[in-house]
C-alpha cells in the first residue's frame, strides 16, 4: 500500500530564511507526486506536481520540490519565506490512471510558522 | 482555471437529519471527481471517487449507504451524509481532475459540517 511520510509536524522559520519541508513516499511503481498548501479553514491549493522529467519542479508563490528516488524523498523548499507562506503543507502521492492521478494518500501535513 | 466550487461552505444540523454537499467544477468537465475527509488537525482521508454516470467506487471503510454519491454531469457531484450523527461532523473536501494528460487534482474550500 501506499504512503506519504512528513516527519515535522510544525516548522519555525524566521521571515526571509530558507524552507525545507521533507516528505518521503512508499509506492511500488513511478508515483505522482504533489504538494498543496491549505489555510485555516479552506481547501487546498496545489503548489507544484511531479509526473516524470526533470527531478526539480518549480511551483507558484516560489516553491520548488526536488524528486529523488533513491532516497523515496520530495521535498519542498522556498529560498526566502514570507509571513503569507504560514500554513499547513500537504505532500501527496497518487497513483496513475489514464489522465491523470487518480485518489490522493496524504501525509499528516507539516504545519509551517513564520517568526517576524 | 480549474476551479472547484463547492457549496455549502458550512453546515450545521440536528442529528438524524440528511445534508447534501455539492462540488462543481466550474470551467471544465471533470469525469472523475473525489470525495476527502479531514479531521481537526489531521491530513485528508479518501472516502470515495466519484464517476459520472456511473456508480461511486468507496474506500475500505466508508459506509456506501451512509455517504451517498450521485455524480449525474460532467460538472456535479454530490454527496449525501444521511441520518447524520454527531461522529460524521468533520471537514469535507472534494476534488476534481481536468481533462487532459498528467493532470492534477483541483479542490473545493471544503464544507465544514457540524451535527449536534
Known amino acids: 500500500a501506499q504512503s506519504v511520510t512528513q516527519p515535522d509536524i510544525h516548522i519555525t522559520v524566521s521571515e526571509g530564511a530558507s524552507l525545507e519541508l521533507r516528505c518521503n513516499y512508499s509506492y511500488g511503481a513511478t508515483p505522482y507526486l504533489f504538494w498543496y498548501v491549505q489555510s485555516p479553514g479552506q481547501g487546498l491549493q496545489l503548489l507544484l506536481k511531479y509526473f516524470s522529467g526533470d527531478t526539480l519542479v518549480q511551483g507558484i508563490k516560489g516553491f520548488e520540490a526536488e524528486f529523488k528516488r533513491s532516497q523515496s524523498s520530495f521535498n519542498l523548499r522556498k529560498p526566502s519565506v514570507h509571513w503569507s507562506d504560514a500554513a499547513e503543507y500537504f505532500c501527496a502521492v497518487g497513483p496513475y490512471s489514464g489522465g491523470g492521478a487518480d485518489g490522493l494518500t496524504f501525509g499528516k501535513g507539516t504545519h509551517l510558522i513564520i517568526q517576524p | 482555471g480549474a476551479v472547484v466550487s463547492q457549496h455549502p461552505s458550512w453546515v450545521i444540523c440536528k442529528s438524524g437529519t440528511s445534508v447534501k454537499i455539492e462540488c462543481r467544477s466550474l470551467?471544465?468537465?471533470?469525469?472523475?471527481m473525489f470525495w476527502y475527509r479531514q479531521f481537526p488537525k489531521q491530513s485528508l482521508m479518501l472516502m470515495a471517487t466519484s464517476n459520472e454516470g456511473s456508480k461511486a467506487t468507496y474506500e475500505q471503510g466508508v459506509e456506501k449507504d451512509k455517504f451517498l454519491i450521485n455524480h449525474a454531469s460532467l460538472t456535479l457531484s454530490t454527496l449525501t451524509v444521511t441520518s447524520a450523527h454527531p461522529e460524521d461532523s468533520s471537514f469535507y473536501i472534494c476534488?476534481?481532475?481536468?481533462?487532459?494528460?498528467?493532470?492534477?487534482?483541483?479542490f473545493g474550500d471544503g464544507t465544514r459540517l457540524s451535527i449536534l
Open positions: 470551467d471544465f468537465q471533470a469525469t472523475t
Open positions: 476534488s476534481a481532475r481536468s481533462p487532459g494528460i498528467n493532470q492534477p487534482q483541483h
